[in-house]
């Protein structure tokens, strides 16, 4: 569904309104049209608005949607609906026009309620299991603890036995110790967004300081193979090293038995990526997910008393997702030994530029546009979302633009009249949406600015690549 | 009681070295020998092999977990002389009464007094020697 577009001159005058306006609010055009913007006003906001309005027309600036929220639209039968509104001004022969953009809010605000009593339960729930796993855990060593301090009071031990004991305790607090670090950790990684401290970084330098921080062991050598030409990557250096010392130290402790441990790294597109290669226990296909969930331990390691809180994987796992990367487990079988692999985003060496941006939010249709655009001579570069595409546009990015209409978050529209606004006329943008388009709104689009407005098949791929080269390349 | 003159044989079967240790040291006496399995299928085998007169069973081991170790003991005819205490970490209510459901004669949450323990070792085993008295 197209937004509501309400145009009103210098005074407040209602000048335009499309037909979504039409369908909102139960008015007719006629009804509108020649009358002040406040009749469509709710209650809280309309005294104000006079003023408010008044002083955008003396000094008006584009403002985007999301700045006031709590705005609300005043129907023919008096309901109000809640709204967001993007405001641009645009200079025409008949003075100052002013573009409003109206976006119900109603069902973002049923969707958001209703996802965030979601999220809420989940976050009991998750917490609940949590509590629960943590206190098992921790009551472990704390048996132990507990136990061999009450028979060094209460029982009469040899010299060697008070010292078996104390070890034992020793031990066991330093177990909990780790166990108690690695929980901060990973409640710091799980605390909403973490805040990682990126910049370029060497990869191959990260490795060779994991692996200098893990002891010498000469039954489990690690051998190090990456290229001399590896691309910095752009990471929290300290986070990933987190990873990188869990890793190898993972590697030594699931192979008893010795055997090398190879680090390799190397570039895969627009990433690094980096395995660590063990000889050691290998893992059942089974373990392969549930590898790096909280406290899952495998059975084997039980077994074999390899001592682990179980979290390690858990906190790698955060800190590669929160790069933007994945994190995987490879083995092919019991005793074959184990492979991790991880990804990291690479450092882009030069600013981005192309000939065309694609505001494209479906992936696959914006391929098909890059190929159609790249068969026409012409390069592209791709911008999910409009806030992004500004941002690259107004870094001088790229020369056209194709557009999508509907997008998450600021519309097509909206883009389009900022685009207008900042730009100016000279920068193409042809639109490209699966929205049926009536004779009245390809009007309207053509008012904003739009150079071309196609549907998406194949065929207007075409027609739009070739307008574009046209445009661009004469 | 210990009618034959040989030791009370106890199973210990718990994945953990030290908390094997501790129970071991806590029940041990010149009358009772202890045997020791680090995970449920090892306790299994010791159980079917020495029918012995109590096991205690952690309750979260790998292989069989102590909770499907005590249906086991329950169904077999063969080991209807073996008394069950559960270890868990749980403290939760409804994981003791699923242990007591289960068959066992005793639930114990870590961490735990060997004191304790051992009271409720000597009141499980008179229980046994006894019925009636149980």
Redesign the interface.
């Known amino acids: 569904m197209p937004d509501p577009i309400v145009v009103c001159d210098d005074d407040g005058r209602i000048v335009f309104v499309n037909h979504q306006t039409e369908l909102l609010t139960g008015y007719q055009r006629s009804d509108l049209q020649g009358s002040r913007v406040e009749m469509l006003i709710g209650e809280p906001t309309r005294v104000g608005h006079v003023g408010q309005r008044k002083s955008f027309t003396e000094h008006p600036t584009t403002r985007g949607m999301g700045t006031d929220l709590n705005i609300k639209l005043r129907c023919l039968d008096g309901t109000e609906i809640p709204v967001d509104i993007a405001l641009s001004p645009v200079e025409t022969e008949e003075g100052l026009r002013v573009v409003a953009v109206v976006r119900d809010m109603r069902d973002r605000l049923r969707i958001e309620a209703k996802l965030k009593a979601e999220a809420d339960a989940e976050m009991v729930r998750a917490k609940d299991e949590l509590i629960s796993l943590v206190s098992h855990e921790m009551r472990t060593p704390l048996a132990s603890i507990v136990g061999f301090a009450e028979l060094l009071l209460t029982r009469d031990s040899s010299v060697d036995q008070r010292r078996r004991y104390l070890d034992i305790m020793l031990q066991e607090a330093k177990r909990l110790t780790s166990l108690i670090n690695d929980f901060l950790d990973l409640q710091r990684l799980e605390g909403g967004p973490h805040k990682l401290r990126t910049a370029e970084t060497d990869m191959t330098q990260l490795v060779r300081r994991a692996v200098d921080s893990v002891p010498i062991d000469p039954k489990t050598p690690i051998k190090i193979d990456i290229p001399a030409d590896l691309p910095m990557v752009v990471v929290d250096s300290d986070a990933v090293l987190q990873v990188m010392t869990n890793l190898l130290s993972n590697a030594r402790k699931y192979s008893p038995d010795g055997g090398e441990i190879m680090v390799t790294a190397r570039r895969t597109g627009e990433s690094v990526e980096i395995s660590v290669e063990d000889h050691g226990l290998g893992l059942e296909p089974d373990e392969m997910n549930k590898l790096f969930n909280k406290f899952y331990r495998a059975d084997r390691a039980e077994r074999l008393n390899i001592k682990g809180t179980g979290l390690g994987l858990a906190i790698c796992r955060r800190i590669v997702q929160a790069h933007g990367g994945r994190i995987s487990a490879s083995s092919d079988g019991v005793g074959k030994g184990t492979t991790f692999m991880f990804r990291l985003p690479i450092a882009l060496t030069s600013p981005l530029t192309a000939d065309v941006m694609l505001v494209e939010d479906d992936h696959g249709f914006a391929k098909l546009l890059e190929a159609e655009l790249w068969a026409h001579g012409l390069t592209s570069i791709w911008a999910p979302e409009a806030e992004t595409a500004k941002k690259l546009i107004d870094e001088g990015a790229a020369k056209a633009v194709v557009l999508d209409l509907m997008l998450p978050v600021i519309q097509g529209e909206e883009f389009l009249i900022g685009l207008r606004t900042t730009k100016g006329p000279n920068v193409p943008v042809v639109i490209v949406t699966m929205r049926a388009i009536g004779p009245e709104e390809h009007l309207m689009l053509k008012a904003l600015g739009a150079t071309a407005i196609f549907g998406k098949n194949a065929a207007s791929v075409r027609a739009a690549a070739e307008l574009l080269r046209a445009a661009l390349k004469p | 009681m210990n009618p034959g003159g040989l030791p009370e044989t106890i199973l210990v079967a718990d994945?953990?070295?030290?908390?094997r240790?501790?129970t071991r040291?806590?029940v041990e006496s010149p009358v009772r020998q202890v045997i020791e399995a680090?995970?449920g299928d090892q306790a299994w085998a010791l159980l079917k092999k020495y029918h012995p007169l109590l096991a205690l069973l952690d309750v979260?081991?790998?292989?069989l977990t102590g909770l499907e170790l005590v249906k086991a003991i329950r169904a077999d005819p063969d080991l209807a002389g073996t008394r069950v205490i559960l270890i868990a970490?749980?403290?939760?209510e409804s994981d003791r009464d699923a242990g007591m459901a289960a068959g066992a004669d005793f639930y114990v949450?870590?961490?735990?007094?060997?004191?304790d323990l051992l009271g409720s070792v000597e009141a499980v085993l008179a229980a046994a020697a006894d019925p009636a008295a149980g």
């Not at chain 2, 979260?60 to 292989?63: E, F, I, R």
């Not at chain 2, 949450?109 to 004191?115: C, G, I």
């Open positions: 994945n953990e070295p030290h908390l240790e501790l040291i806590t680090a995970d979260k081991m790998p292989g970490a749980s403290a939760h949450t870590k961490p735990f007094s060997p004191a």
